[in-house]
């Protein structure tokens, strides 16, 4: 082995992330087992209570995983057949499943360039007398312009809904996300910012009615058992998760701001390498960094070179979604989204969490570096 792998950097660490938190997680699984407490219950309430208190929303409804946050709150938002939802053509694809699920149709629209976010202008020229709603992804940890889309929203009537999945604790001009539209979707797969151990989702609104719904809709269409009001999902989460959740809770503004430290790093580091772009940092915006993603002409093979070096990277998200199979009824053909097409063609995720050390860092950044040092 050279001495050019003598660093490895995995893109995630969740064992090293969880090693602190082990007794405490074991001793809440134990508690549920000997409780025999598996599925909703006060361990959920507890940790719902303290979502929205973290969130500063009057309400946090636990879910299965994200994908039902996000239908849930299409569902309570009285999204369906007839109606269309414009969202961020860049997104990951279950913000654009959970539109299909419900009966609507999903209208996707380009991106800034600069912030990698939905472009308002671009939203508002998807606009139709069908549109019901509008929803923004906070993508990679980033919070997108929410008062912007508040403005927009309120001048077409239309709902506006945030897809927070991958940016717990993020906040826009102070205000963090899940409290900045009529409804928030959130996932806690492992490797969020806030991961369960397993699956979890969580929908955020400060509207009573919606909440009912959503509450409702997650079991079975029922608010007392066996009174079915609506028809339903089965998608609640598990005690034990809401557990861990709550647990993890506590650290989650600690390990953002890590988040944040280790991205200054990064861009620190990085900075001025000709043909690399960084990920931008709004001043309105207080990014949690789930993922820091570059973009540079030739990632494919600034990949394998790290690789080599024994760093792991991602592509998140390689194919826009216009351009994958089950979405070509949209009609949007290569050329439709310039900007969020170049995007997937030059993104590439160097490791990101909150473990990660300076030399873990500096080795990355050297890597990318020496790559472009090895073209010119
Ligand atoms: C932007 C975005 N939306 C929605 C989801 C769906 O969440 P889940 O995987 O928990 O269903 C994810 C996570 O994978 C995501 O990154």
Redesign the pocket.
Known sequence: MTQKSAVKVPFLDLVSHHRPLLDELTAAFREAAEKAAFVGGPAVESFERAFATFCGTKHAIGV???????RLAYLAAGIGPGDEVITAAN?????VE?ISQTGATPVLADIDPKTRLLDASAAEAAISPRTKALVP???YGQPAPMDTFRTLADKHGLVLIE????AHGARWKGQRTGGLSDIA?????P??NLGSCG???AVTTDDDELARKVRMLRDHGQAKKYHHELEGYNARLHAIQARFLEIKLRHLDDWNATRRDRAARYSNALAGIEGVRLPFNHSDAESVW?LYVIETEGRDELGPFLGDRGVATGL?YPIPLHLQPPYARLGKEEGAFPHTERSARDLLSLPMFPELTDEQIDWVADGVKEWVDSRS
């Open positions: 299965a995983n994200g994908t039902d946050a996000l997104t990951f694809i279950a913000t959970a992804v906070h993508l897809d927070a999945a991958q979707a959130f996932s806690f797969s490797g969020k699956e979890g989702g789930h998140h």
